[in-house]
């Protein structure tokens, strides 16, 4: 099984910066893309950040500018720093990644647990 281990969540005012990590750890053949997902109360599961594994980026529109998502593949942790933050940007943040167990096996979605992030105004 892989399991993925997000930290770095936390309060902070409107204008600070965070820095989210996620650990992926197990039988790890390969990891492919990595990601952030946020889903704020009452609203659905949104992508944030998705960073391919030869390290291509990708962001939704609000969050350009602002976030910065990055990985380290010889640790297979992804990064989300996330700086001026707004009270919108309020939500449990998700990692996700695409990995296989092994050489000849099938490709899986896996998901992290959550951390909170709440932005004071």
């Known amino acids: 099984q892989v399991q993925l281990v997000e930290s770095g969540g936390g309060l902070v005012q409107a204008g600070g910066s965070l820095r989210l990590s996620c650990e992926a750890s197990?039988?790890?053949?390969?990891?492919?893309?990595m990601g952030w997902y946020r889903q704020a109360p009452g609203k659905q599961r949104e992508l944030v950040a998705l960073?391919?594994?030869?390290?291509?980026?990708n962001y939704t529109d609000s969050i350009k500018g602002r976030f910065t998502i990055s990985r380290d593949n010889a640790k297979n942790t992804v990064y989300l720093q996330m700086d001026s933050l707004k009270p919108e940007d309020t939500a449990v943040y998700y990692c996700?990644?695409?990995?296989?167990?092994?050489?000849?096996?099938?490709?899986?979605?896996?998901w992290g647990q959550g951390t909170q992030v709440t932005v004071s105004s």
């Open positions: 960073i391919s594994g030869a390290g291509s980026t």
């Open positions: 197990g039988r790890i053949f390969s990891i492919n893309a």
């Open positions: 996700n990644a695409d990995a296989k167990q092994t050489r000849w096996g099938m490709w899986n979605h896996y």
